[in-house]
């Protein structure tokens, strides 16, 4: 069985039977049925849990004539994925602004946690960055059809329809890879930044592993935008006027 963090064995403890039978009848294979619930499943249940908490705190102080510093905060995310969307969607951009603040504020809490001791990153994991790349590719296909109807399959067929044959497979590849490039992109820079500072804090325990800490939290903070930013050119190129 895997090493499990504090908080998974409490998870395992708590409700390990029940899920454990949950996916028993559910016919999904389990390597260790008596800890059905793994690290990177309970970090991601505590990045949730704790986006909750913290939505509902922002939500309860809400001020309009005063304002307070977690506020100031959520409005400034906001601000800043909204005018970045707005400027590569278009005017109509407002609608998709709540999913890419969601997003952005689950890839960073995952990329971060890892920095407290006790904790890991999920993302440093390949199937949380490609899960997340599956959600961002079945939403933007979504709202492709949802802005243009069956019409949206155009986009696929290329500008010239007795190209269609060729362009079709080639769309078909391209839109799949870009879950690809999600997925490697996140996962390889969290992997080799929890892999560098946990070598250098084994090796130097004082001193130099502070650096790679903050190199580490520049690089979380990096990747969640940009993972954002490429979702958002991603839901452009679906929610386009003319392809």
């Not at 005063?66 to 800043?80: D, K, T, V, Y």
């Not at 407002?94 to 001791?117: D, K, Q, R, S």
């Not at 949206?152 to 879950?179: D, Q, T, V």
Request: charged share 10%; net charge negative.
């Amino acid at each position: 069985m895997p090493e499990q963090l504090w908080f998974t064995q409490i998870l395992n403890r708590a409700i390990g039977g029940p899920v454990a039978s949950m996916l028993q009848a559910l016919h999904i294979h389990m390597e260790h049925p008596q800890a059905p619930i793994s690290n990177v499943v309970a970090m991601q249940l505590l990045v949730v849990l704790f986006l909750l908490l913290l939505f509902l705190v922002v939500r309860s102080r809400l001020s309009v004539d005063s304002p307070g510093a977690l506020q100031h905060i959520f409005e400034g995310a906001h601000n800043f994925i909204q005018g970045q969307s707005e400027e590569i969607i278009g005017h109509h951009s407002e609608g998709y602004t709540p999913f890419l603040v969601a997003l952005a504020f689950f890839i960073l809490l995952c990329n971060l946690i890892g920095l407290i001791p006790g904790f890991e990153s999920p993302t440093a994991k390949p199937i949380v960055p490609l899960g997340c790349a599956i959600v961002a590719f079945f939403y933007y296909q979504a709202q492709g059809f949802k802005h243009a109807g069956v019409k949206y399959l155009k986009h696929f067929a290329g500008p010239m329809p007795i190209l269609a044959p060729l362009m079709i497979p080639i769309e078909i590849i391209s839109h799949l890879a870009r879950m690809l490039s999600l997925t490697v992109r996140l996962y390889a820079n969290m992997f080799a930044g929890d892999l560098v500072t946990l070598v250098f804090i084994s090796l130097v325990p004082l001193g130099i592993p502070v650096l790679f800490l903050g190199l580490h939290t520049f690089v979380s903070f990096l990747q969640a935008y940009i993972f954002v930013l490429l979702t958002t050119v991603y839901v452009a190129g679906a929610v386009a006027e003319e392809h």
